[in-house]
């Protein structure tokens, strides 16, 4: 078993690499086109349809990627007045949540993404961008990737075990 989950975590590391890498893409992009828009008065249409392909690899595969890490936003405005049971019972709530809701979307998803494989979707833009169909892949990817990080147990790992009573 935990050899298992070493290997999610490894499959999580790649994606979060993946998204790091298309964060730092949209940056030097979004940089590139308002130089050339500016300085140049050039607007390139497939450049500018790049960024928010950029999105989807960085939304979607960096949502596991900052869970796995802690990186996560919680409000704990109520979370640390609760005892340790209503923390656990938070916490096992949030978990069974994140993996149905993580599944039902990948699921969900996996039609959504083969139509638009099938069809070889495309910008409906003159000069847009040909391969919209592999944006829609990380769809499914990337809710199951958060899935089976929750699935894990890693993400659950939180204050609980650092909990100390007077």
Do not use: C
Request: glycine letters at 8%.
């Amino acid at each position: 078993m935990l050899y298992v989950i070493h290997f999610l975590e490894g499959i999580i590391e790649r994606l979060g690499v993946i998204a790091r890498y298309s964060l730092l893409a949209l940056v030097l992009l979004v940089a590139s086109n308002v130089l050339l828009r500016y300085f140049f008065s050039i607007s390139p249409v497939p450049l500018q349809e790049f960024e928010w392909h950029l999105i989807s690899p960085i939304a979607l595969l960096g949502i596991s990627y900052a869970l796995k890490h802690r990186a996560d936003v919680r409000v704990d405005v109520f979370y640390d007045r609760f005892s340790l049971k209503g923390r656990a019972l938070v916490d096992l709530i949030g978990a069974l949540m994140t993996i149905a809701i993580g599944a039902a979307i990948a699921w969900l998803g996996l039609s959504y993404t083969e139509q638009s494989w099938q069809l070889m979707e495309g910008s409906p833009d003159p000069g847009g961008l040909p391969y919209r169909y592999l944006l829609k892949a990380f769809i499914p990817l990337g809710f199951a990737a958060l899935a089976l990080l929750v699935l894990s147990g890693k993400p659950v790992d939180g204050d609980l075990e650092h909990e100390v009573t007077p």
